[in-house]
């Protein structure tokens, strides 16, 4: 239901609180005083049998007593009750309950009767087992939390009520406000995700920080972050760590996608900025609330102590940002007002026994340099002048915690000495920070944001895409066709031959091998291929029950001759006996020894984490790929430009780039390796996992050596795309090809490297086609404007363009959904010079189609009402047409599904 109805809870009007009381110690009269003390404006009626009269307000025995349907309902009553209540609410009319009640599990029922309860009436119901809602900008609180929060432009999510509380107290020492103060509880029916969506939108939070413990959808999470983070920075505490699954693992990949490192995935993903513990989600609260983003961060440093300056370049130096160069005139300007032995650079150490002047135009000198973005202030305690007299100083100067333009943080060390200081500091707008380390951090938050939306748009290179070879035709045949044989056997794991078949059916290089069941055959076969080819082979043992065969000594390697293959195979099936009785082997793979000097020996392989699904992993390969656990992981589907972050994440990434006269290996392979993991995933549900290792990259290419599978026999019969996927795939299977009247014209979903075909396509529009589709005159389109449109999570939006026979773009039609999937707003453009060919039908058939079969139950758009030929052809499409009563000069369309 996502956010049907949670609009409610933004800004209620009203508010009835079942179970409010006067007994002291009880919820219900802390709820109470918590709302009445707090100031809220809005109607409040108690509710609660056993009462007349709670708190100087008329208490209503029942809901249906209630004079109005409230906006939100609190219920604080024993869980037994609840279920019964929340029927009784909804049938009142109430579209959102927080209940707070505890005690409300699985075990029992209680949980599923009352979301039983709310159902058939779509009431909406936070918790339980919540601290409950606080709604600063309407002065509500509506929670037994101990204190209440100023209003201001931050957001909290926290599953956890002691988090929310702790936030609260640490942002009133700091005059830090709020827009929403959410405690989700257990989340038996609105979630994380459900509020992203809702807050997305909310015009009055600016930035988002969640504290969760538990992702319980992973697809709506990452598709409501990912649409929340678009547009506001997303800051995040997960804690907790997914069980590993390495313990059993038939693979190595399953061994080292840790859960942290999948989470750490999937957030990069969604653009959400990952902080690693409340003490770095303070600081980034600190710092978002006060600032807006900034695309860099180049720092200057002020400081009466060198070292807690070099300690603060130290952190900095791990990634938060960069040093500023001062320009000469900085340094001029700083040498006329500092004493002879001041630092001459950044830091700007401005020595021990700086007076507050000496601050000030150290600060002033620093502030005006052209290179330097943002501003750190730092006081270390002496003897020789007072902090709060410095701190002063440094407030005089600034306005609403800026410097001009430039944001201003600040790192006053020590204990009592420093109290007022920060205090002074706060009442200016000012952040401040306890540690250099931590202020340096903080750097990193201002900008942190800027760099998670260049990942969450960047376009895949054109030459990378065009040069990585698609997936062959007859694929997923060819490999469906190999894991239902292994299901038939009810098998889980392929052999060495049969797992190698299915990513050579992808496109993944690997040798030429063969199979024998015998030692003695394993000699003749030996003697065939060095008979014909020379050089050396590769002996490894064949066995359905062995998963890593060098463990048990099952793979001998540079064997030049058949006598030596064959003695190396009787050497196997002996030891093999030995160690392991029950695995006899079924027989022998031989295949020609690969010797590329120089080559790196990489690992490429799947796993499923229980919360995100399938993950990919990318790593340093080899026998000891679990000791070095030098991966990466990301989750699919990935592209060009996602499989090449993905590489970059690894050291071994950057051994691939060429180093000391080694070439650089074929980034272009690698990458096309990875895509086809990729593609394997989206097409088969029933995949488990999957180890590519050792997959051999060098300037040739690459070419796998050895490959393992596991495939679950029970899911053979689902296909895709695979819904298990976090990230919903590109919708492949509605491409059409349609022949108009110039010539045959290629419908397909967008991609992102749409975005290169965009500025072509806007030169060939008429500024009249412009004004008409965008509703007002328009000329320029930024380039982030351009990724945005060609940048779909296609679990919620979608376009289709056209392209001409020539290639280029020629129209694009989309919908843009609403969380709930119910309604979908659709917009179509088609190039000036393309008018009449049928180019506007086609899209907007297909996307009508698309509409249909994703369940959305109606589209709607707004025309123009001087647009005569968009309102005929949808009119022709069986749209209805209201007009907009605030805009007579528009006309809404709307088409039923």
Known sequence: MTIRNLHHALAPASVAVFGATERAGSVGAVVMRNILAGGFEGRVWPVNPKHRCVMGLDCLARAADLPEAPDLAVVVTPAATVPRLVAEIGARGCKTAVVIT???GSAGGLRQAMLDAARPHLLRIIGPNTVGLIVPPVKLNASFAHMGAAPGNLALLSQSGAIATSLIDWAAERGIGFSQIVSLGDMADVDTGDYLDLLAGDAGTRA??????????????????????????????????????????????????????????ALHRAGVLRVRGLAELFAAAETVARFRPLDRARLGIVTNGGGAGVLAVDRLADGAGTLADLAPVTVERLGAALPGNWSRGNPVDIVGDAPPGRYLAAVEAVAADPGVDVLLVMN???GLAAPADAARAVAGAVEKGMIGRKPVLSCWLGGPTAREARAILHGAGVPTYETPATAAEAVGHLTDWGRAQAALLRVPDRGTEAELKATPGDARAKAGAIFAAVAAEGRRMLTEPEAKAVIAAYGIPVPDLRVAATPDE????????????????VVKILSRRISHKSDVGGVALGLDSAERAEAAARGMARRLARARSEAVPEGFVLQPMVRRPGAQELILGLARDPVFGPVILFGAGGIAVE?????????????????????????????LAGYRGQPPADEVAVKGALIALSHIVEDFPCLRGLDVNPLLADAAGVIALDARMEIDPAEIHRTGPNPDLAIRPFPAAWRREVALKDGTYAIRPIRPA?????????????????????????????????????QLDYDRDMAFVALAPDGTLAGVSRISCDPDHTTGEYALLVRSDLHGRGIGTTLMRILIDYARADGVRALEGMILSENAGMLDLMRRFGFDFTLEPEDPGVMMSRLSL
Do not use: N, W
Request: hydrophobic content about 45%; aromatic content about 4%.
């Open 102 to 104: 505890a005690g409300i």
């Open 208 to 265: 988002i920080l969640v504290y969760c413990e538990s992702i319980p959808q992973a697809r709506k999470f990452l598709s409501a972050a990912r649409a929340a983070a678009r547009l506001k920075p997303v800051i995040a505490v997960k804690a907790g760590r997914s069980q590993q699954g390495a313990r059993a693992a038939a693979t190595h990949t399953g061994a080292l996608s840790g859960g942290d490192a999948v989470v750490e995935a």
């Open 380 to 382: 270390c305690p002496t």
């Open 522 to 537: 394993v000699g003749r076969t030996a003697a065939e291929m060095l008979g014909a080819e020379g050089g050396e082979l």
């Open 627 to 655: 000791v070095i656990r030098d991966t990466a992981v990301a989750l699919p589907p990935l592209d060009a430009t996602l499989a090449g972050d993905l590489v970059a994440g690894t050291r071994i990434g950057r051994l």
């Open 754 to 790: 749409d975005a290169l075909l965009y500025p072509q396509f806007l030169e060939k529009l008429e500024a009249e086609d412009i004004r008409l589709r965008f509703l007002a005159p328009r000329r320029h389109f930024p380039e982030q404007m351009l990724v945005r449109l060609t």
